[in-house]
C-alpha cells in the first residue's frame, strides 16, 4: 500500500512557464514533507522540506504548498529552467524525523528551451 | 568534502552469489542509510545506523540481506545468495542527525543479477 503516491510519471513544460508537481498522502501521521530531486546516475539531492504546522515554504524559484485537510502537497518551480529537468521525489516522514522517509515513486520533469 | 562514496557503481553477478556494496559517508555524520530503489516500490529504506549501531533494520527484505558498519568511515549491505530480484539501485545515505538534518545521497550501486 502506498502511502505517499505521486500520480504523474512525467510532466513536460516550457522554459519560464511554471511546474507543478503533486503528491498525496494516506497517512495523517505524517508531518514532516520533503522534496528530492535526481538526475540520471546520480543519488537523490534535497531540495525543500515543510513542516506541517506550515502550509507555505519558499526558497528561490521553489515553493512547497501543504494541503493537510486535502493530504496534498505541491512543489512550484518558478520560472522553470532546462537544468530542472530531473526526477522529482516526494517523502514524508513521521515525528519530524527525516530518517524514516516514505519515498513516492517519482515524477520526470522535462523542461523545454 | 568528496560526499557519500559508494562502491561499486556497477554491479554484475550471477544468481546465488555473494554481493557486498560499499559506502563511505560523509565524515562527521553520525547517521548512516541503506535504501533500493526499484520501478516498482520505488526508494525503500532497508536499514538505519546512529553512531553504527543498526537502530531500524525493518526494511531488510529477507535474511539473505544483511548490513554492517564496523567504524564510523565504512558500512556494508551484502546479500547472500544473491537473486534476479534483488536488481536495484542501492542507495547510501548519510546525515549528521536523525531528525535533524536532510540525509546526503550517494551516486548508487546498479546491481544487475542473471
Known amino acids: 500500500d502506498q502511502q505517499v503516491k505521486q500520480n504523474s510519471p512525467s510532466l513536460s513544460v516550457q522554459e519560464g512557464r511554471i511546474s507543478i508537481l503533486n503528491c498525496d498522502y494516506t497517512?495523517?501521521?505524517?508531518?514532516?514533507f520533503l522534496w528530492y530531486k535526481k538526475y540520471p546516475a546520480e543519488g537523490p539531492t534535497f531540495l525543500i522540506s515543510?513542516?506541517?504546522?506550515?502550509d507555505k515554504n519558499e526558497d528561490g524559484r521553489f515553493t512547497v504548498f501543504l494541503n493537510k485537510s486535502a493530504k496534498h502537497l505541491s512543489l512550484h518551480i518558478v520560472p522553470s529552467q532546462p537544468g530542472d529537468s530531473a526526477v522529482y521525489f516526494c517523502a514524508a516522514s513521521v515525528g519530524g524525523s527525516n530518517y524514516k522517509l516514505t519515498f513516492g515513486k517519482g515524477t520526470l520533469l522535462t523542461v523545454n528551451p | 568534502d568528496a560526499g557519500v562514496i559508494q562502491s561499486p557503481r556497477h554491479e554484475v553477478t550471477e544468481m546465488g552469489q555473494e554481493v557486498t556494496l560499499r559506502c563511505k559517508p560523509i565524515s562527521g555524520h553520525n547517521s548512516l542509510f541503506w535504501y533500493r530503489q526499484t520501478m516498482m516500490r520505488g526508494l525503500e529504506l532497508l536499514i538505519y545506523f546512529n553512531n553504527n549501531v543498526p537502530i531500524d533494520d525493518s526494511g531488510m527484505p529477507e535474511d539473505r540481506f544483511s548490513a554492517k558498519m564496523p567504524n564510523a568511515s565504512f558500512s556494508t549491505l551484502k546479500i547472500q545468495p544473491s537473486e534476479p530480484r534483488d536488481s536495484a539501485v542501492y542507495f547510501c545515505?548519510?546525515?549528521?542527525?536523525?531528525?535533524?538534518?536532510?540525509?546526503?545521497f550517494g551516486q548508487g550501486t546498479r546491481l544487475t543479477v542473471v
Open positions: 497517512n495523517s501521521m505524517f508531518d514532516y
Open positions: 545515505a548519510s546525515n549528521s542527525m536523525a531528525g535533524g538534518t536532510e540525509a546526503f
Open positions: 515543510i513542516s506541517s504546522i506550515k
